[in-house]
């Protein structure tokens, strides 16, 4: 029987018989990293005007996690540690690993990419990769990226990260941007199977709106000056009320063109995974499909909006209680506009491997901050 690799199929050549089996892109771990320091909304109040009152009703965050020199380095500091324990989880040989896709608007340099200093680090020497570019919705373009190359038949592992150092783009003078966001990465392993499963379906849109949402400067049409320092143009820049809008309505109608095309409905829906941009905006999503909260991962107040990092670290945490034939629609919106929804059947019973390296992140309530730090260093120093 010869084997031939077909776009999309496996063909088993029989003598006068061809049997074509679909090959699927089906993620088979989760691995995360989030810095030691937590930015709270009280430490925040004492350097721009604003509350834990209304940053707790407008945007929903209570704490993010921010990188601080002191501390590391470049979004490659937080990828780095998250595939280091993806490899660990799931045992896979750094060098069986065929590509990796980092998904960051927060590159650690403009050149070389971030997918070149992560494979360095964790030792994938026989790998190409590169760092795909799509704001919030990154993570999102860069699994169907890595799924069609599964589906291709020639390549057969893939890592794909996600994830953003937004403290490095963050301008804390400004009170209408800088509570959103926060720091920090994940990753999945994405193989290829002959099950009906992994990757289904997706829908994905870009269109040009600079206006209402982007860095103004720092790229190759406004280079960085001298003027665009003091201007302080290299840093996010957001029309709130606008974006808000376009994002409810974007991600739902995306939603919903998934949902009807793949007959899934509120109650054969296990999780929707929503970018965590703003609370409101979840729920309005998940309203307008009808879909219960408690199907809805929701990790925005711990988290805040890690933009490329929002739906692989809602993985990473909701790991233990994914189960294997699981339904799953992940939704993302950013600048560009970029955005879309994909459809997912999970690919295995995520307690277990969630127990061989449970995702470590501060949860308001759970433990004092100076806890926090004490257990995190002196894990470090074990
Ligand atoms: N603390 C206190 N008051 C504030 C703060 C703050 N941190 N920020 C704004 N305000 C004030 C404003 O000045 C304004 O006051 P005014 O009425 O006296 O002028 C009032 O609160 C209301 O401001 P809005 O901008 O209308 O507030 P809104 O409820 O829309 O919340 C927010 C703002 C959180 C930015 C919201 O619009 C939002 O989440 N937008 C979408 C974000 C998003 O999805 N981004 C996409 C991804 S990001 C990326 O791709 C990089």
Not at 109 to 133: R, W
Not at 225 to 248: C, I, P
């Amino acid at each position: 029987m010869g084997l031939v690799h077909v776009s999309h199929f496996l063909i088993f050549s029989f003598p006068n018989i061809s049997v074509m089996e679909q090959i699927n892109a089906v993620i088979t771990g989760v691995g995360g990293y989030v810095p030691d320091y937590i930015l709270d909304n009280e430490e925040m109040s004492q350097f721009v005007d604003t509350s834990d009152e209304w940053i707790m009703e407008r945007i929903g965050v209570k704490t993010r996690h921010i990188l601080r020199p002191e501390q590391g380095s470049g979004v490659s500091y937080l990828m780095t540690r998250a595939v280091r324990q993806l490899l660990e989880k799931t045992q896979a040989d750094p060098a069986s690993v065929e590509m990796i896709i980092c998904a960051t608007t927060t590159p650690d340099y403009h050149f070389p990419s971030t997918a070149s200093i992560v494979a360095g680090n964790t030792g994938l020497k026989n790998a190409f990769g590169f760092d795909m570019e799509a704001a919030c919705a990154g993570f999102l373009y860069a699994m169907e990226v890595a799924a069609n190359y599964i589906r291709s038949g020639r390549y057969k592992r893939i890592i794909v990260c996600g994830g953003d150092h937004m403290s490095s783009m963050t301008n804390y003078q400004d009170r209408n941007t800088c509570p959103i966001f926060g720091d920090g990465a994940a990753c999945v392993m994405m193989e290829a199977t002959t099950e009906e499963m992994g990757l289904l379906d997706g829908y994905y849109r870009v269109e040009a709106n600079f206006e209402h949402l982007h860095m103004a400067a720092g790229g190759s049409a406004k280079m960085p000056s001298h003027e665009t320092v003091d201007a302080r143009e290299h840093f996010v820049y957001q029309e709130g009320r606008t974006v808000f809008k376009h994002a409810v309505t974007k991600m739902s109608d995306a939603v919903e063109t998934i949902a009807k095309r793949n007959g899934l409905t509120k109650e054969n829906i296990t999780w929707l995974v929503p970018h965590q941009a703003n609370v409101r905006i979840e729920s309005a999503v998940a309203r307008r499909i009808g879909i219960d909260e408690a199907h809805v991962m929701i990790n925005i107040d711990h988290m805040a909006n890690t933009s490329g990092g929002t739906l692989p670290l809602c993985l990473w945490e909701y790991e233990p209680q994914l189960k294997k034939g699981d339904k799953l629609i992940f939704t993302a919106f950013g600048a560009g506009f970029s955005w879309g929804a994909s459809y997912m059947v999970w690919g295995y019973d995520g307690a277990a491997e969630a127990q061989k390296s449970p995702a470590q992140f501060y949860k308001e309530g759970e433990m004092s901050r100076e806890d926090w730090y004490r257990l995190r260093h002196s894990e470090k120093s074990e």
